[in-house]
């Protein structure tokens, strides 16, 4: 599976972005796909999951209220809706696969994918 992330920008804060992420190869039913965030000298975090099966939507508690993840299985595409967008959402952003199977409170931590797309970079300014 390769995954190809885009969508990135500088905006300002209050603002809405979208990313997008393209998978290429074999997307199975028990796929979890999901976005990460990496602002400099943090940890990788989660942001955002979903699955591929039964579009089950999961969020880290941060931006739940603010973010929203849309997978096309026709289009083997995943996007991550962000609005309301804050200073501390900035950091490069990241498009992740995993084989699954996802069970609730699972798939929230970086070890838990398996593919990984490049970054790609959101700052958001004050």
């Known amino acids: 599976v390769q995954l190809q992330a885009s969508g990135g920008g500088l905006v300002q804060a209050g603002a809405s972005l979208r990313l997008s992420c393209a998978a290429s190869?074999?997307?199975?039913?028990?796929?979890?796909l999901g976005w990460f965030r990496q602002a400099p000298g943090k940890q990788r975090e989660f942001v955002a999951g979903?699955?591929?099966?039964?579009?089950?939507?999961f969020y880290a508690d941060s931006v739940k209220d603010r973010f929203a993840i849309f997978r096309d299985a026709a289009k083997n595409t995943v996007s991550l809706e962000m609005n309301m967008l804050k200073v501390e959402d900035t950091g490069a952003y990241y498009c992740?696969?995993?084989?699954?199977?996802?069970?609730?409170?699972?798939?929230?931590?970086?070890?838990?994918?398996?593919?990984w797309g490049q970054g790609t970079q959101v700052t958001v300014s004050s």
């Open positions: 992740a696969a995993s084989p699954g199977p996802y069970y609730s409170g699972t798939h929230v931590g970086p070890a838990e994918y398996h593919y």
């Open positions: 979903v699955t591929w099966r039964n579009n089950r939507k």
């Open positions: 190869g074999s997307i199975l039913s028990s796929y979890v």
